[in-house]
């Protein structure tokens, strides 16, 4: 079985300043994990996968995530947000082998002015 | 990557009839897949749609009221059947292009049953 927990469902960061979402997951096998952002009536976008290479993984919009198996981690960070990160983001695991997603509950990221 | 395109890309359709939602994509894609998101909540796998035969149904989806066909490797159609308030969603679809389990979304089928 597989599972993703994100911890918080609504974080709020000024502009310029740093982004944290936090997602830990359950997984029987080798996990491969993704995060993906929803904007408001928009369709989903992958902002970034882990398959099994560098635990430390960029993404597009300079975002980045970093795997860790002690921890059964992928938190997703980003130096300094901006406006138009604001949105819904989604946290997502697949067992390897397996092409089913599971999708987290969702964290929206609001950025204050 | 995937393109993909959906229609229609909003309904508002009465109790009790159906609705086929179709997905194309821009390539051959090996799995293709349909989902639901309800208001303020996140993504459901409905079931795979696997090409020149039956869907896979996730536990609560039933073929007699999503029958999903896929006819060729970049083509799907979801039909929602006997729709009733309780179906109101975003109905998503997607495909897996074999590089990775990365899957690629189209931008949803926004449904209002009324």
């Known amino acids: 079985a597989q599972s993703v927990t994100q911890l918080d469902s609504h974080v709020s960061v000024s502009e310029g300043t740093p982004v944290l979402l936090r997602c830990n997951y359950s997984?029987?096998?080798?996990?491969?994990l993704f995060w993906y952002v929803q904007h408001p009536n928009k369709g989903l976008q992958l902002l970034l996968k882990y398959t099994s290479a560098a635990t430390l993984v960029k993404g597009i919009n300079g975002f980045e995530a970093e795997f860790k198996k002690s921890e059964t981690s992928f938190h997703l960070t980003k130096p300094s947000a901006h406006m138009s990160d604001a949105a819904e983001y989604f946290c997502v695991v697949s067992n390897f082998g397996n092409e089913k997603l599971t999708f987290g509950t969702g964290t929206r990221l609001t950025i204050i002015p | 990557s995937a393109v993909i395109s959906q229609k229609p890309s909003r309904d508002i359709c009465q109790r009790g009839t159906s609705l086929t939602i179709q997905c194309q994509v821009d390539?051959?894609?090996?799995?293709m897949f349909w989902y639901r998101q309800q208001p303020g909540q996140s993504l459901t796998l409905i079931a795979t749609?696997?090409?020149?035969?039956?869907?896979?149904?996730e536990s609560g989806f039933v073929i007699d009221k999503f029958p999903i066909s896929r006819p060729n490797l970049t083509f799907s159609t979801l039909t929602v059947s006997n729709m009733s308030p309780e179906d109101s969603s975003i109905y998503l679809c997607?495909?897996?292009?074999?590089?990775?389990?990365?899957?690629?979304f189209g931008p949803g089928t926004r449904l209002t049953v009324t």
């Open positions: 997984s029987s096998y080798s996990p491969s």
């Open positions: 997607s495909a897996q292009t074999g590089e990775g389990y990365e899957q690629y």
């Open positions: 749609a696997n090409q020149g035969s039956e869907a896979t149904y």
């Open positions: 390539s051959q894609v090996t799995m």
